[in-house]
């Protein structure tokens, strides 16, 4: 298995407060992505980096900051939590991004706002 | 991306073959095929990727037609730790913009004991 490993695990906070998740790769991979899954949305891409201080929005970044200051390390912050962001949230890495290379997801973080 | 389509359920008795279709009748010359499953509470877990040709790797093989608009998964002896949501997602090879998948609603399948 890719060796990702998302912290924390499970984490419930309250309306109006930071929260920082945390993606961490053992791979060396170039490109890491934060996902949120929901029911009936399935997974939804939130922000993806490139590389080193390089990332860029996906579909539903509103709301979501990202940093990149490591290889190994993908920050997604959310700067004022809300309840809507409640879901489960996942990061994948990718040797490239070209179709022929797939994309390794850790575990998920379940996150709760109250 | 092309849109797939899944059956929304499956059966298989355990150390059966499972056999997992999917439709991507729109899918274009450079896109790839791919199968991921999720099992409950975790992350989904890629499985195998395909272009043209059939391919085969130590968890499954992936059946493409020769037209393209269709593929089987196939689990060659499934045990019941296979039973997850399978989804199948059509990728274009060159990246451009924010590169993420699009999982639909899935297969999910079932083995049974």
């Known amino acids: 298995d890719a060796g990702i490993t998302q912290s924390p695990r499970h984490k419930v906070t309250e309306t109006g407060t930071p929260v920082t998740l945390r993606c961490h790769q053992t791979?060396?991979?170039?490109?890491m992505y934060w996902y949120r899954q929901d029911p009936g949305h399935g997974l939804r891409l939130i922000h993806y980096?490139?590389?080193?201080?390089?990332?860029d929005k996906g579909e539903v970044s509103d709301g979501y900051s990202v940093s990149r200051s490591k290889t190994e390390d993908f920050l997604l912050t959310l700067e004022s939590a809300t309840s809507s962001q409640t879901s489960v949230y996942f990061c994948?890495?990718?040797?490239?991004?070209?179709?022929?290379?797939?994309?390794?997801f850790g575990d998920g973080t379940r996150l709760s706002i109250l | 991306d092309a849109k797939t389509t899944q059956p929304t359920s499956m059966d298989c008795a355990e150390g059966r073959a499972a056999n997992l279709p999917c439709n991507h009748s729109?899918?274009?010359?450079?896109?790839?095929v791919y199968w991921y499953r999720q099992i409950h509470s975790q992350g989904p877990q890629y499985i195998i990727h395909?272009?043209?040709n059939n391919e085969t790797n130590e968890m499954a093989s992936l059946i493409i037609t020769e037209d393209r608009k269709s593929s089987t998964l196939i689990l060659p002896h499934a045990t019941l730790r296979d039973t997850a949501v399978y989804y199948c997602?059509?990728?274009?090879?060159?990246?451009?913009?924010?590169?993420?998948?699009?999982f639909g609603k899935g297969t999910h399948l079932i083995i049974q004991p």
């Open positions: 395909g272009l043209k």
């Open positions: 791979e060396n991979h170039r490109y």
């Open positions: 997602i059509v990728r274009p090879y060159s990246g451009g913009g924010a590169d993420g998948l699009t």
């Open positions: 729109t899918i274009s010359g450079n896109e790839y």
């Open positions: 980096s490139y590389g080193v201080k390089d990332t």
């Open positions: 994948a890495i990718s040797a490239d991004r070209d179709g022929n290379q797939p994309q390794h």
